[in-house]
Each structure stands twice: as C-alpha cells, then as structure tokens.
C-alpha cells in the first residue's frame, strides 16, 4: 500500500491544537503499543468521550476521521462508545466530509488534496471513484447533514467551539 501521511509528519503540538479546538485531548501511544479503542486496530486512531488516541504511525486521515465522528455523535447528544461511533450510512459520510474540512486547518504537508489522495490509497471507495470527485458531488448531501445537524454553517465554516457553544472557526476556506 502506498504511503499516507501519518502524525510523525507533522508537528504533534499542531495536532494537538487542532483537537483541542474541537473540545479533544490527543493521547500519544508508544509505537509498539496497542491503541485504545481502535475501532481497526493496528495503526488506526482510536476514539473515546473526550479523546483521540494516536501513536506517531497513525495515518493523519484515521485521526481526522475519529476526530470527526466524535464531533458528529456529540452534536448528536451521543457520546461516543469507546472505539464505536455508532453511526448510520448518512452520518459516515457527513464524517468524510468533515475530516476534509479539518485537514485544511493544518500546515504542509496536510491539504485537501493530500487527504483526498490518503483516503483514495487507503481504500475509501466513493460511488465517484475518487474522494476529490465525491467531495464535490455527492458530498453535498454530507455537507447538508452538517448544515442540518449544526455543525458546519452555508459557507462550511464549523460551528462548533471547545467550550460548546456556537464558533465560527473558518473550516470552509482552505483549498
């Protein structure tokens, strides 16, 4: 399998940031370390009520993805079950979609593009072929499920703060 970005490639203290942003604690895990509540186990992040878990081989798309699925189900009034989002077909997508929106508020590497291209290699399969082309089609219905759900505003800027209440923290900008 071809090579994704993974945490070491970037400064861990930006991660960090950006889920503390969010109302998320980044828990780093020793290389040869099982992580907690990996819903794929081996290098995936896993998820609990108020953080990610992460080791430095994690790719970045699984840590956003698990970032994203915790700010769906608690927008939801649901915690998330350790390493179980518990989400259906509509809000797997919405998650998609919001891990796209999260990777442009880190630094190079990380872009839109680069995520598109992470999640293509690492088997996301969209009815488009490609995550760029789903992104811009039918990820409007994902889109609207953030929009309906209060997460993300018209323009895609997210709607929510660490402290809980509304923020527009511009996701939407970054190409």
């Known amino acids: 399998m071809a090579e994704v970005l993974r945490i070491r490639d970037l400064p861990t203290e930006c991660v960090a940031r950006l889920l503390a942003s969010l109302g998320l604690r980044l828990e780093m895990v020793a290389i040869a370390t099982p992580i907690p509540h990996s819903f794929w186990g081996e290098s995936e992040a896993g998820i609990g009520t108020e953080q990610i878990w992460a080791r430095v081989d994690t790719p970045l798309h699984s840590l956003l993805h ?82 309906a759900h209060g997460i993300v505003n018209d323009c895609g800027a997210l709607l929510i703060s660490s402290s809980g209440g509304q923020s527009l923290v511009g996701f939407g900008a970054s190409p």
């Open 66 to 147: 698990e970032a994203s699925h915790w700010l769906c189900a608690t927008r939801l009034g649901r915690a998330p079950v350790a390493g179980d989002a518990g989400s259906d077909d509509a809000e797997e997508c919405a998650v998609c979609y919001l891990q796209v929106l999260l990777a442009g508020k880190l630094p190079p590497p990380v872009s839109r593009a680069r995520l598109f291209a992470d999640m293509d290699r690492w088997g996301y399969s969209f009815r488009e072929g490609s995550a760029a082309r789903w992104f811009e089609g039918d990820g409007e219905d994902a889109r609207e499920w953030l929009v």
